[in-house]
Every structure is written in structure tokens, then in C-alpha cells.
């Protein structure tokens, strides 16, 4: 999924160049396999956290 989102991610800076007002987006995910007792929420939750983190990132690299 990692590598996946990154090459969305450069895909959307190329396009950001002909674009008037540039996309941004910012994206998480928690992964689980059957082994793992964790609920969907609790999945949700990881995702939710990851995408701030994912989130913060990108407005601190727009600062420099």
C-alpha cells in the first residue's frame, strides 16, 4: 500500500504543475490480518491517525 500512495503522490505532483489550484491529499491506512484481534474501528482509529500524521507532514514540508 506504502509504495502504492507514493506513486499517487508523485503522480499528483506532475499533475499539480498544470493545474491552476494543485490537489492536495492526505492518506492513512492500518493494515490487520487474521491473526490479530483488531476491530473495525479500532482499524479505523490507526487510519485516522495515520492520515493526520500523513496531514501534518505535508503542511510542515509547504513551510520551507
Known amino acids: 500500500i506504502q ?12 499533475a499539480n504543475t498544470k493545474l ?3 490537489i492536495d491529499v492526505a492518506w492513512g491506512y492500518a493494515e490487520s490480518s487474521n491473526d490479530e484481534s483488531i ?17 501534518a507532514m505535508i503542511k510542515e ?4
Open 3 to 14: 509504495v502504492k500512495m507514493e506513486q499517487f503522490e508523485l503522480k499528483l505532483l506532475e
Open 39 to 55: 476491530s473495525i474501528r479500532d482499524a479505523f482509529t490507526l487510519a485516522d491517525k495515520a492520515m493526520y500524521r500523513h496531514k
Open 20 to 22: 491552476a489550484h494543485p
Open 61 to 64: 514540508s509547504e513551510l520551507f
